[in-house]
T-cell receptor
């Protein structure tokens, strides 16, 4: 079974630009979560989608948004990039049906550098 | 607010020197506690899920245990390839709850 894939793997942007990251979950997984990982803060939860609906949202500004498509693939968008947005962005998928809310499987991440 | 605290922040062991990593958590109703391993530049790799106090799970040289306030990841006779950052996370029970991660323990095993 193929794992979680994320594209692109590396991205360099300048302040003020916007960026879109993509995540394809493990086949059959319907939940996709996004995390931001920085050396100082560790993994910070951004949001979770299940069946195209946002189920949870972390404490990030509105510049961070996401969506999920009918095939469970997900995208996240960051508008008006700031230097502090430089981080590893991780996507995780889970079967997460109504009664199986269990472990998540992570992709390799997208390394975003904002100059 | 759920909280996860991991200690120590970093640990250096000689090959074969067993030790334990600690994960203390505060959550009102635990649905699951998770352990992950993360290698540099990669996404976390799932290791274990523990659901209730007293539960134990093992995988090769790793054994995870759970009490009502903390979890331990015991590493027996570690090898250099066990070097990684080990992350602990919790999910609260009740509805659709997010997962809260600790900041991890960076383990280095010296040959």
């Amino acid at each position: 079974k193929a794992g979680v894939t994320q594209t692109p793997r590396y991205l360099i942007k300048t302040r003020g630009q916007q960026v879109t990251l993509s995540c394809s979950p493990i086949s059959g997984h319907r939940s996709v979560s996004w995390y931001q990982q920085t050396p100082g803060q560790g993994l910070q939860f951004l949001f979770e989608y299940f069946s195209e609906t946002q189920r949870n949202k972390g404490n990030f500004p509105g510049r961070f948004s996401g969506r999920q498509f009918s095939n469970s693939r997900s995208e996240m968008n960051v508008s008006t990039l700031e230097l502090g947005d430089s981080a590893l962005y991780l996507c995780a998928s889970s079967p997460a049906g109504t009664s199986s809310y269990n472990e998540q499987f992570f992709g390799p991440g997208t390394r975003l550098t904002v100059l | 607010e759920d909280q996860v605290t991991q200690s120590p922040e970093a640990l250096r062991l000689q090959e074969g020197e067993s030790s334990s990593l600690n994960c203390s958590y505060t959550v009102s109703g635990l649905r699951g506690l998770f352990w992950y391993r993360q290698d540099p530049g990669k996404g976390p790799e799932f290791l274990f899920t523990l659901y209730s106090a007293g539960e134990e799970k093992e995988k090769e040289r790793l054994k995870a245990t759970l009490t009502k306030k903390e979890s331990f990841l015991h590493i027996t006779a570690p090898k250099p390839e066990d070097s990684a950052t080990y992350l602990c996370a919790v999910r609260r029970s009740g509805g659709y709850q997010k997962v809260t991660f600790g900041t991890g323990t960076k383990l280095q095993v010296i040959p």
